[in-house]
């Protein structure tokens, strides 16, 4: 059994640095660790330097920034290309606890290795659950596995998601063209609407985040509202792909969003709302290919 740890990073080396050698500390050691960097300006490669030189860690610099999204499917088939059956995402910002990935296998064995993708609980620097990673649980949940409780699982993030490299063949990779922001969501929810996928409370990860706010328009620094264009473009995409019922959902959403920010916002609100509006229907006509 092949194991991969796939971490994507930019610009974020002491955060790197943490993450790696809280994997290095596992307590279920046999896997490997590939380092995907998107092109970081901050000396990432200079710091790996002596774990490239020992091996005790494949580096790849994509050359330019692919975003989160290319950033993950580079990883995913450099995971496969080096035999990978199974692959464990994560952001650079992503701290696991030590015993984190023998509780995924725990789980993955329990079930017969018979699933999509397995998600780790995610915590915040105070010990709450990190809101932007919360996973999305179906009804009737609960699924007793030896002594582990497991929640079937509608969506989850790239924080800490264990996949089986199976069913990549199958449903094929994350979306490159969403860049930032959805790419997880899509691929969660395109995984488990085939494959029943699982939460995994028992394995616990820490998302260093800013804040434990999540992405939100209305609050969010002017400087950094126009990646938002593509958060509204890629949640609509996802919408017209999932039917009628996550269509409306999403312009439900659009709307409470749009009045958000006319109530709430401290600067630009105009701006910011026609970035929601203007993203949202770029949306409707945006078409990327699924890569297989």
Not at 54 to 59: N, T
Not at 132 to 137: A, D, F, G, P, S
Request: aromatic letters at 12%; proline letters at 2%; charged letters at 25%.
């Amino acid at each position: 059994m092949n194991i991969v740890a796939a971490i994507v990073t930019y610009n974020r080396k002491a955060l790197l640095m943490e993450c790696l050698e809280a994997l290095f500390g596992q307590t279920w050691t046999e896997f490997q660790i590939i380092v995907i960097d998107n092109a970081s300006s901050d000396g990432t490669e200079e710091a790996l330097s002596t774990y490239i030189k020992e091996r005790r860690i494949l580096y790849r610099n994509t050359g330019t920034n692919l975003g989160g999204a290319g950033g993950f499917n580079r990883a995913i088939r450099t995971a496969l290309e080096n035999h990978a059956d199974y692959i464990w995402l994560m952001d650079d910002d992503t701290i696991p606890n030590e015993d984190a990935l023998e509780k995924l296998l725990t789980a993955a064995k329990g079930l017969n290795y018979d699933f999509g993708f397995l998600s780790s609980k995610v915590v915040w620097k105070d010990g709450k659950l990190c809101r932007m990673n919360e996973q999305k649980i179906y009804r009737n949940p609960e699924v007793t596995v030896g002594k582990q409780r497991l929640l079937k699982c509608r969506q989850a993030t790239f924080v800490s998601f264990f996949i089986n490299a199976s069913v990549i063949s199958k449903l094929g990779l994350p979306i490159s063209e969403f860049f930032i922001w959805g790419d997880d969501i899509e691929y969660s929810r395109r995984i488990s609407a085939k494959v029943m996928s699982y939460y995994v409370p028992s394995s616990c990860v820490l998302h260093k985040t800013v804040n434990n706010e999540g992405s939100n328009i209305t609050t969010d620094d002017y400087s950094r509202i126009d990646r938002y264009r593509y958060a509204y473009r890629n949640e609509m995409y996802i919408a017209r792909k999932e039917g009628s019922k996550r269509m409306i959902y999403q312009l439900c959403k659009i709307f409470y969003h749009i009045m958000r920010t006319l109530l709430f916002a401290r600067e630009k609100r105009m701006k910011k709302i026609g970035i929601i509006i203007s993203a949202s229907l770029e949306g409707r006509h945006f078409n990327p290919g699924i890569e297989y």
